[in-house]
């Protein structure tokens, strides 16, 4: 079930009227039946995966908690490990692998054959997959005790607000948080309604409308010049940004209806001063995983520099491979983890002179326009591997930026109404995200003292929805992943 | 606050929202309607007036390929009779369908020309999406378009209580075509340009195996049966390829050509007419006639349709 469908519209008033109707102690039931309803409305048959997954976990964790003995304990956190990341390499990287593998043999003439399985990836696997790992994990080392009670644990697996495209919560967080009795609140019903409506706008008006002029430049490259592909890029660094965080407002809203505080996935990314700075903007949940749950583990910072380092890359490469089983996303991942290194080596030598004066706030803001911009040119330099169909059509694009500038694409009669459409709603939001970026507090529309003003400028947004939204049914980019 | 003071703020905070948001989307809806009736060239104003102007005797009806390939002025020279080109580019047997069930209301042509292609009946999730296109016209057929709507959601007549949502994603063109008018001969648009030859062995209408749309076929169906039922001398006519290809081959051209000789249709089918055969110099691109082949077309198919003309 998507959430830009009207399925999805009539599926969680029903629900969120029933929550409040039913005793507390019985919500898990009725939220749990829900998920699972919910992710069924795809495949039903890959229920049983998460099912498999929460079952596993589950037990894996109890018996983590039962046995005194190190080695045993290390013997069902791999349980746990192999039993999660095989299906994810298998439903999701197999192929991939296979693939890649059978490219290699025909480089050398070697007539072997890796097979090629027709499977379809499991909506949401990476998502759900790492968030019941993080729960293992946190167990074996003694963070969280283990959960005794099935149901709330199955609940947490499969949560329907962020099952497909997360955030990916910590068990840490959301688990106590979806035990906790919520009681009907004003506040989180009009928290819950504004964000959903917000996180409409980001996908409907600004990402399914971008999709459609980047989806006829980066599936035509031949045809196209550099002045175009910059034009696509620019518009598809705002699409995955409108899609997927537009899916986590959404995500978070529906949520918070219910009570429950999930957390913060973006925090104004294209405002980041640099690499670093963007990772703590974009996709929170994900990089605080990879943070805590494969960046630490390594060794973090905590060892030689040229190991910490490596230790950068390999999170980011591995990080790129997450988003999906191509090469494309590889080298994504690399070109990120380069720079990542690379913004962290001018940290250190930068903290070796001399620490400059504070200066006034408005000035900081102009100051950061610089680092604003360079951070912006390299992420976006990394979202052409991204969106390219192939690592070859990428380097045609960058080829084509440097070398045959060429006309602006402009889409013909009623064509130009998608990167017009756009536009518009990527000028709103920057000019909103750039107002409570650097003049935090001031006037603001959406967050007005005055109740008619806050509720006029929700309308209006729903108005624009309305009428210049993509309502044919666009996909989440982010379920793939 | 107690759950139930809360509750009733919440409850009358949403019917303030929900009144807001009311009056916003009729208000705004009704003037996006004046625009959108109001527009003088384009897409949208050239179907405004097929619906609610014309009163042509020959009206031609199809996709881009009727758009671009029927030249009004020589069909009206050829054949002494008002003509309109009601193509509409990107919209196939559906479509056409639902056009001339809302024509019919108000005008019912002598003749009519239906411009085919040899896949009609394949099956294109596309054809769908774009019935959207039928929105602005609801609030005035709305029987006749339910079932058209539904075609594209279950839920799409529900969405239809919302003015604005009628006129989703036409602004645009409207100021598109307000900044930019794109002049029209009775409908007919040229189209200047030749394209390069094509390589060896390409194909417009690949052979491979595609789904037959069993929607589109009832569609094709009901189409002749509305023409008869109110008198319009139907005229099915095939355009040219440039390519010259074996389109008879194609599963959903056979079915097209056993349609119309079971409802005893007349179809012209020039799509591997010589004249046209890698005749580069007559085509805007590899399934468009430019402007100088549109006009040999339009001389050939006037003598083509004149022996149907005559009751």
Redesign the interface.
Known sequence: MLFNS?QFALFLPLVVMVYYMIPARYRYILLLSASYYFYMCWNPAYIILIIASTIIDFYAARQIEAVADKGRKKLFLMLSLCSNLGILFFFKYFNFFSSSVNSLFQQFNIMAESPILDILLPVGISFYTFQTLSYTIDVYRGEKSAETHLGYFALYVSFFPQLVAGPIERSTRLMPDLKEHK????EN??RGIKLIIWGFFMKLVIADRASIYVNAVYNNPEEHGGITFIAATILFAFQIYGDFAGYSSIAIGSARIMGYDLMQNFNRPYFATNIRDFWRRWHISLSTWFRDYLYIPLGGNRVVKWRWYMNLFLTFLISGLWHGANWTFVIWGAIHGVFLVISTMRKEWSKKRQPKPKVAMYANGLASIPGIISTNVIVLFAWIFFRANNVQDAFTIIGGIFTNPGELFIPG??G??AP??AGLGILLLWTIEAKREFYKGKFSFFKSEN?WVR??A???L??LI????????GQFIYFQF | ?D?QS??I??AR?LA??AL??VI??QS?GIG?RELYFSQKT??YARLNHLLYETEAELIVMGSSHALRHYDTEILEQNLEMDVYNGGI?GQFILFQEAVLEMLVERHAPKHMVLNVAPDFFVYQPTTY?RL?ELKPYYYKHQETLKPFMKLK?V?EP??MF?K??Q???T???IF?YLASP?PDVEGYVKLEGEIPPLPEGTRIYPQEHMDMDSVAIAAFDQFIKTAKEHDINLILVASPVVTGEDVDALKAYQLLKQQAIFHGIPLLDYSKDPSYTHQYHLFHDGNHLNTEGAKLFSVQVAEGIKPFLQN
């Open positions: 009207i009681t009907f609140k004003y019903l009009s009669n009623a130009v109404a017009l459409y109740q509720m006029f929700y309308a209006l729903v108005v309305v009428f210049v939204g993509v309502f044919d049914g | 606050m759950t809360q509750f703020q919440f905070k303030i929202f807001i948001l916003l989307d705004i996006a384009g897409r580019q999406e959207g959601s839920f529900f969405k919302s604005l949502y006129y989703n994603s602004i645009a063109h598109r794109q």
